[in-house]
Nanobody, 121 residues
Framework: QVQLIESGGGLVQAGGSLRLSCTAS????????MSWFRQTPGKEREFVAA????????YLEDSMKERIIISRDITKNTVYLQIDNLKPEDTAVYYC??????????????WGKGTLVTVSS
């Protein structure tokens, strides 16, 4: 089992920046690719970004790729999602996920409980 704990969400003004963190723990947590998804009420969970085990390969959602950076600190088993120039439509619960292989669909092996990001206009 792998446990994922997100942090860093909160209330931010439009145009601001935020860095979300997700720390993984548990059996072989360091061997998983990591991803971020987000979800708003009434909508399906959508992919935001993913990073490989070593951090050498990333996937970014096309509509956000110029505003987001995903990174990971292997020594801390932590993955980060930096979002710049936040917009009200970025308001969502952001979920961290782990998967054996790098992927961008929702078929992840483990999910965190999410952290709420609210962007005010």
């Amino acid at each position: 089992q792998v446990q994922l704990i997100e942090s860093g969400g909160g209330l931010v003004q439009a145009g601001g920046s935020l860095r979300l963190s997700c720390t993984a723990s548990g059996r072989a947590a360091e061997t998983y690719a990591m991803s971020w998804f987000r979800q708003t009420p009434g909508k399906e969970r959508e992919f935001v970004a993913a990073i490989s085990l070593t951090g050498g390969r990333t996937y970014l959602e096309d509509s956000m790729k110029e505003r987001i950076i995903i990174s990971r600190d292997i020594t801390k088993n932590t993955v980060y999602l930096q979002i710049d120039n936040l917009k009200p439509e970025d308001t969502a619960v952001y979920y961290c996920a782990a998967s054996i292989r790098l992927r961008r669909d929702s078929g992840m092996d483990y999910w965190g409980k999410g952290t709420l990001v609210t962007v005010s206009s």
